[in-house]
């Protein structure tokens, strides 16, 4: 776990501000949730036999001894607050996002905190392909708007109740008839979750999953019509994907599409964000049946991409410098920076009458594009001296004209 401290908090800033501006134009609001909820909520939303509830949540006792867990992740928290609302009887599509902490005990390394921030979105009450479609596009139109390169976008069908039994069984046959040579990790999921074999990292395991069915081979016809239709609609919208049969996601409400958007800049944690369908989730978790698709970024893995590729320069920002000398011009200082910072205009001083030298170097040294000069003397005129630092010229404005004067800088 980890400070964000300027000048790298404006990046995140900007990353927020961006989401929400895109989001919005999807009819996209913000839902804020609690960093902590029961655990049941993950064991049943999660899943039980996933990684995140089986060894990465912080989960402790209140003093009331009930059992309670930092979020892993944000979905099973809006579809409880969705179905606690009563949402489903009034909105037929409801769409929300968040943004904030989520926690997992995993080994920390470059893009992967045990604290993290995420920023998601999900969209309940449409099975139609095309919500998916549109999920993506979303994801897709964010990362232009913040003008990141070298994303891939990876999809993948992982059928649905009714097709998936008959492939796992595919699958746990073909796995057990190459058991002694798979890692602990995938001999333990081998019955009990079998697709998730497909994320292990281990490279003999990599191998032997490599003869492995594919999911696709066990599709029924809704689910293969279904992703049809997803690649169609992102032909249509010119989203560029890749389908990677190997993506299986690692939270169990996930069915049909799932899909991740991966760089080859940022190491092992390649996924800046991903999500999928997940349409059994509400009614698992004590609501109607109602069918649900989203997405999660990890805030920081955006970070550091902005950074690789020079991207995440805070927005210059205008500074006039006030300058104070004599006790006079410092009790009038005040009243004059207030009213221009309320013209939106960024106002620094020192909050003391320094020499004129000292506070001549801050203003360099913050950047200022003008220094107001506020003297006793300039006080009695109702006059202030303004120099323009980058044209070193120097004019004398009336007080009250000043906040025109800087009109243009405030915007
Ligand atoms: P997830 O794949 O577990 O999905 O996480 C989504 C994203 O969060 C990842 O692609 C990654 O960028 C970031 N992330 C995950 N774990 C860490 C970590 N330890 N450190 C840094 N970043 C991390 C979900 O959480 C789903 N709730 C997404 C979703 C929403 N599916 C449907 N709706």
Redesign the pocket.
């Known amino acids: 776990m980890y400070d964000v401290m300027p000048p790298r908090s404006a990046v995140w800033q900007h990353i927020e501000d961006t989401a929400a501006n895109v989001f919005a134009t999807y009819g996209y609001a913000e839902a804020r949730l609690p960093a902590v909820e029961k655990t049941e909520l993950f064991v049943r939303g999660v899943g039980e036999t996933t990684s ?1 509830v089986e060894k990465e949540m912080y989960t402790f006792f209140d003093r009331n001894e009930r059992s309670l867990s930092l979020r892993p ?3 099973a928290s809006v579809v409880r607050a969705y179905i606690e609302t009563g949402a489903y009887a009034t909105e037929a599509i409801a769409k929300y996002w968040y943004r904030g902490p ?1 926690f ?1 005990y ?1 080994r920390p390394q470059k ?4 604290q ?1 921030y ?1 920023i ?1 979105a ?1 969209l309940l009450g449409v099975e139609s392909p095309y919500a998916d479609a549109e999920v993506i596009a979303m994801m897709d139109q964010l990362i232009g708007a913040l003008e990141l390169e070298n994303v891939k976008l990876e999809i993948n069908s992982i059928g649905c109740p009714k097709c998936r039994p008959s492939f796992n069984e595919k699958l746990i046959a073909y796995l057990k008839s190459v058991e002694n040579d798979l890692c602990s990790d995938c001999t333990r999921r081998l019955e009990r979750n079998p697709l998730r074999v497909f994320d292990c990292k281990n490279e003999g395991c990599q191998e032997i999953l490599a003869k492995a069915p594919l999911i696709s081979s066990g599709w029924c016809e809704e689910c293969s019509a279904h992703f049809s239709t997803v690649k169609n609609a992102l032909d249509s919208l010119n989203v560029s994907y890749v389908v990677n049969e190997r993506i299986v ?3 169990d409400y996930y069915m049909r599409t799932a899909f ?1 958007f991966t760089t080859d800049q940022l190491g092992a ?1 390649n ?6 369908r ?1 349409d059994g989730l509400v009614r698992d978790l004590g609501g109607p049946e109602v069918a649900g ?6 805030i ?2 955006l970070v550091l991409l902005l950074e690789a590729q020079g991207k995440a320069q805070p927005p210059a920002q205008d500074i006039i410098y006030c300058a104070v000398l004599g006790e006079a011009a410092l009790e009038k200082a005040l009243p004059i920076i207030q009213q221009l910072r309320s013209d939106c205009v960024r106002v620094e001083w020192d909050f003391a009458s320094k020499s004129l030298k000292a506070q001549m170097r801050r203003a360099d040294k913050l950047g200022a594009e003008s220094v107001i000069i506020l003297g006793d003397d300039e006080i009695a005129k109702g006059m202030a001296q303004v120099r323009n630092m980058r044209t070193k010229t120097q004019a004398e404005v009336r007080l009250s004209d000043l906040p025109m004067h800087f009109v243009n800088i405030g915007g």
């Open positions: 995140v992740e944000g979905t989520m997992r995993e893009g992967r905190q045990r993290f995420q998601g999900e996601r690692g939270l991740e944690q996924a800046i964000s991903a999500g999928g997940y698709v989203g997405f999660a970024m990890g920081e893995r």
